[in-house]
């Protein structure tokens, strides 16, 4: 990579980094880190001891891939504040992952780089009185009727599909339609960022293409990072705010982790490409092409992406409803009850502080998740004191997290947090270093059921190939962007 | 007609090449291929045809690639090899063979192909062995792809 500039940035306070405003940025770039986190966002490499290719840049470029996107982005028209990045960030394509950034609806744009392919890929977590003992009395046998109950791997789900009318209607209504359909009980749908319905879907304005991809894949996992894991709460950081949540030592709790599949994978491909004839392919990065906020093609694309965006969330709400039949098989009166769902690839019109002054906004969160603090009218009505529920996986085998949106997270991130542990090795160099035997051995010590669909996968999932999410939630717990309420160990894990 | 993985810290991140543009795009879907199936053989089963009209030519490798996506999910078709490929200027015409994916179990979902550090070129050999730029009609085509997975 011929013209790669080594970026340094500049120390704001100890969990803040600014990359300063140079050459086009309308704002400049803020990553939010520790020194731990920083050190592998900035390229030193060496710190992990892996030296860079001779006479190549090319390992170098990629670890400092990412802060050369939260530097694109803020060369977009209309940013507000500051491009920023989570404690997770890490290389993407148009905005890093990890990104947020928050545009003026009149001077602003919209790019579909700042949502991603997978749109709605997110994340559900389910509560459940079911004690760990029993869980576990048992945990070979529903962690194998749960594979068999939930589709997964690629290309098109194994059972019936819906008629290209239901899919519209899908589209339309998002969780609602499982809902009306028998997938899960009224309560769940208000447990889910935006009703589990985002406003303004018009199935017009998604292509027969993006369609046909969908048909065959409601209802299911897919595969690669996607995954289902059963865990039990280790620990709780902040007892008021866990009993609002649900959450009880020592229970179980399940996650969902998927999102919108083939569908929304071709409404971001169709829309780069509308844009692209429309303004051009974009200079700075063609994964950045945009459209100002208010135009035909712009509405078009938040249309056809608020359908994306439902089809991600009646899929997880249908995947709920096949793990819950099985719990209930099991353990006949247990309560199974969604904690909540949040989306990590989306973009909204949300209203935030600006200048001292409340303005509607749209906000692009790619590989974020949404960390609305207490008193938000979005947060839902159950949790709206304490703020909302935000879920942050781990990788394979690692513990995962259930923060708490905060009043700081307005201030400083408008409203977000990190969405998981955030990469920080490549697939290539996991298939050097790691195995699929290592990998099985390495769940096997830590007492992990392990099921999937192909056993590569695992390869390049590996823990190790994860920044340690540990320190990705202590960064959001001291800096206050989302603060802890527990602490939760991995018993079960599936993948497609 | 070749391929080879280059690192990528959340990607799949691919060079491929060929003595003609026809043979850099078999090598380019064969790197998507791979990452899709792994070393599973795909029988040969069922033939398909489909043809791409793009503006440039990275919009052309860029829509050719997605369409193995979109026989994936929406005719859960997967390729076992490209029977013939033309392309001229910025069209394309391909005939693929290839089976039902439910008789497969596969790793790897690529979401989708990207822009992201795209590059499509014709090159020359120095003496060097090493790659440059060249305009002569008879270079070599590289390209350089992200997938996102």
Known sequence: MSGFVYMKLKKVSDFEWEIPVEDGMNVPGRVFASEELIRDIEGESAARGIPSKEGTSEKFHSHQASLEQVRNVARLPGIIGASLAMPDVHQGYGFPIGGVAAFDLDEGVVSPGGVGFDINCGIRALSTDVDEKDFMAKRKEILHSIFRAVPSGVGRGRRGGVSKKELDEVLKLGSEWAVKKGFGVAEDLERCEESGKMAGANPEFVSDRAKSRGLGQLGTLGAGNHFLEIQKVEEIYDEKVAKKFGIEKGKIIVMIHCGSRGLGHQVASDYIKRFEEEYGVCEIDRELVSAPIGSKLGMEYLGAMACAVNFAFCNRQMIMHYVREQLRYYFPNSSVDLIYDVCHNIAKVEEHIVDGEKKKVLVMRKGATRSFGPGRVEVPEVYRKVGQPVIIPGSMGTSSYILAGTKKAMEISFGSTAHGAGRVMSRHEAWDKFSEKGVIEELKSKDIEFEAGSKKGIVEEAPGVYKDVDEVVRVSDELGIGKLVAKLKPLAVMKG | ?149
């Open chain 2, 1 to 149: 007609m070749t391929y080879e993985f280059l690192e990528h810290t959340a990607d799949v991140k691919f060079r491929a090449e060929g003595s003609t543009i026809e043979e850099m795009f078999v090598a380019a879907a064969g790197a998507l291929n791979e990452t899709v199936r792994g070393d599973i053989t795909i029988l040969e089963q069922v033939e398909k045809s489909f043809g791409v009209v793009a503006n440039d030519k990275e919009s052309l490798l860029y829509d050719f690639l997605e369409e193995f996506l979109f026989l994936l999910d929406a005719e859960n078709f997967v390729v076992s090899k490209i029977k013939s490929l033309e392309v001229e200027g910025n069209k394309l015409k391909c005939v693929v063979v290839g089976d039902d994916a439910d008789n497969y179990k596969f790793t790897n979902d690529v979401k989708a192909v990207t822009y992201s550090e795209m590059s499509v070129k014709q090159v020359l050999r120095d003496d060097g062995g090493q790659m440059a730029e060249g305009k002569t009609s008879d270079g070599r085509w590289v390209c350089e792809v992200v997938l996102d997975v």
